[in-house]
């Protein structure tokens, strides 16, 4: 396959990664992040550290990146998610810089100047096959009781409460498992890009992972998978308009908000039965259609 | 046997005493009724059982445990759950998943089983299942299960409340004016509703309610609240004819 779309594949990919999580923690339970890049620089410097200076595999590697962001996670909600009103949002928000700027300082990991010499060993195989296994995993939690707590925490609080949810308990393992998701991304992004610098994880990319969720529709992974395909590789391809590819880009954003406030899929989902109910619904309306004409 | 016991209980918002120093008893099996004017604090009292608020002073105990200022998710698991004045459904989602959502009483299955979809899961899973569709069934929402719970006509949202706070499979129901905006029609309907709850699901229950007819037609023993306080209790015949009731509550209805 061409280098070039291989790499705008990859990159959505880790992208993706990133995204699943945040959907789990926005579209699912409804809590908004904007430190997501720092969950994600957590578990690339954790990663390469493992890879680089103790050798380590790349699969264990990224689960001890994963682990490390979940961990931070858990104090950050541990601390914020009981408080009422935006905290969290706000703590994330502060965590999320603070990260970086402690990157920045950290000469152990090549300060503000950056990492070189990561072992580039993200592909594009192995970033579809642990996209895939993500989306199961996320798909088999969404769809069991503990998935449908943290929707109903999403939808009413205080019902939750009375159904006997564990509100702050939900929103705390939602929180620690898209994380983990994010750590992976970092990872992912840590060995593909053979070099880490803060600055790659700077408010801009969180801000850009929850633009996709948003887009792609809240309360659906699909969506989220449709988003990060195509918010990630619209830049790429706009490369060559250069100075315009970030308009055009925000206007693609805004056009399909305004047209689909829901965003693309807005809680729907593309599953086998879903497939079969839209052509047998397609196919309604063109029986319709063609007996009309005649 | 009581079920559940409130002692001298208050609660203070600031310098305002919602409830003050109230003593009540639910006995096992019972349905009874809590009444009294706008602002008497009988919403207050559901909220200080479900432990939605603090208590300020006093103590609350449910089936010999003390549940004073236990989180609510932690009472609800004890077996005591409610349904709201301002109805609280999970409004975007379907009236099943309202009630599917709230059926865990007996899945246990972890996160982990959860997410490697593993066969304790899978069963569980369908158990809850069918123990909902079981229960619209009961609750004769079956027919609407696929509907949005917000695009469901008033009553049938009252009721759908009611079918989710089943699916907990309770102990004791609190039931914040069931009756609210229903015509003597529908109230009718949800007497009988009540009554056939209580037989089948083996609980007891306290309703708040201003539609006298349904309060004094189905309860056993009614509370009367005024400003807070305990104003009179006893049986709906004893309670039509109090004059403090009659002056403070009753009087103003007819
Ligand atoms: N969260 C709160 N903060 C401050 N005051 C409150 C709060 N909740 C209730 N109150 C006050 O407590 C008093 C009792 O209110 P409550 O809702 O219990 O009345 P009620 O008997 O349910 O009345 P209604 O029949 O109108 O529903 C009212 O004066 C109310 O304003
Ligand atoms: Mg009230």
Redesign the interface.
Known sequence: MDAYIQGILILSGINLMAVLGLSLLTGFTGLFSFGHAGFMAIGGYTAAAMTVKYHMPFIPALLIGAIAASFVSAIIGALTLKLKGDYFCIATLGFGEATRLILDNVQYFGGARGWPGIPAYTNLTNVVIINIIAIV??A??I???????M??VR??E??????????FKYKL?SLMISAAYAGIAGGLMAHYMTFLQPKMFALTKSTELTIIVIFGGLGSISGSVLGALVLTSLPEILRAFSNWRLVIYGLAVIIIMITRPEGLMG?YEFTPQSMKKLFSNLKGKRLKSSEGRE | MNLLEMKNVTKRFGGLTAVSSVDFEIEKGSITGLIGPNGAGKTTIFNLITGVYKVTEGKITFDGKDITNKEPYMIADMGITRTFQNIRLFKKLSVYENVLTACQYNANYSLFEAMLYLPRCRKQEKQLKEQAENLLEIMGLIDRKDFIANNLPYGLQRRLEIARALSLNPKLLLLDEPAAGMNPDETAQLMNLISDIRKKFDLSILIIDHHMDLVMGICEKIMVLNFGCKLAEGTPIEIQSNPKVIEAYLGVEG
């Open positions: 995993l996320l088999n939690l769809r069991s009781k503990h998935g449908r707590n929707i109903a939808e009413e205080l019902a939750s409460q009375i159904a006997g949810i564990n509100v393992i809680g």
